[in-house]
């Protein structure tokens, strides 16, 4: 089946580093989302990318989705305490019709201060 | 809107015993997912529904998993019985608010419910 792996699994920096988080899906995907999760809490929803070589910014953070829609990655520039979390990619593909949403290994983040 | 709750949202109960998670999506969102996340394994998708017909439920572990949709405002996720191996978080997410034949949108999660098998 599908798969959905996001390398580093665990990643340490000092506050204000920068931190990047990979994607790559087994297969060719639709659309890609990303989520964050905070200790004890549920994923959120953070950003859609639909398109082929799509870059999208939100303050900080940049999302980019690869020309051939199986990898994507978030980069989040001088990460701040408010950053920890584990953040996740969420590869949706076309399943019958239907939409199929596949979660990947998600990237914890700590943020030292 | 309350969003997506689930119950309860603590579980603690014995091997053997039966349990039910209980989910009340956002109204008007037609995709309704299932997932279950450990440390050991991620958040893994059980089954999702598209207007209350499940559609995939090849995420399912066992015959010992189901799970049921009655009406577009509750879903159940039935482990019976249950084992030690199946303490996780359970997460029901609710989407397709801004639904294209292709896109479910943003999905929104329920709070989770915490399941310790003993």
């Known amino acids: 089946g599908q798969q959905v792996m996001q390398i580093p699994q665990y990643q340490h920096v000092q506050e204000g580093e920068d931190f990047t988080t990979y994607c790559n899906s087994s297969?060719?995907?639709?659309?890609i989302q990303w989520y964050k999760q905070r200790p004890g809490g549920h994923p959120v929803f953070l950003i859609q990318l639909v398109k082929s070589g799509e870059v999208k910014k939100q303050k900080r953070l940049t999302f980019q989705f690869g020309e051939a829609k199986k990898n994507s990655s978030l980069h989040i520039t001088a990460t701040q305490t408010t950053d920890v979390g584990t953040y996740f990619c969420?590869?949706?593909?076309?399943?019958?019709?239907?939409?199929?949403?596949?979660f990947g290994t998600g990237t914890k983040l700590q943020v030292i201060p | 809107d309350a969003g997506v709750i689930q119950s309860p949202r603590h579980e603690v109960t014995e091997m053997g015993q039966e349990v039910t998670l209980r989910c009340k999506p956002i109204s008007g969102h037609d995709y309704l997912f299932w997932y279950r996340q450990t440390m050991m394994r991620g958040l893994e998708l059980l089954i999702y529904f598209n207007n209350n017909v499940p559609i995939d439920d090849s995420g399912m572990p066992e015959d010992r998993f189901s799970a049921k949709m009655p009406n577009a405002s509750f879903s159940t996720l039935k482990i019976q019985p249950s084992e030690p191996r199946d303490s996780a978080v359970y997460f029901c997410?609710?989407?397709?608010?801004?639904?294209?034949?292709?896109?479910?949108?943003?999905?929104?999660f329920g709070e989770g419910s915490r399941l310790t098998v003993l």
């Open positions: 969420a590869g949706l593909t076309d399943s019958g019709g239907y939409q199929k949403v596949t």
């Open positions: 297969t060719t995907l639709s659309n």
């Open positions: 997410a609710a989407g397709g608010a801004t639904w294209t034949p292709l896109n479910t949108g943003e999905l929104f």
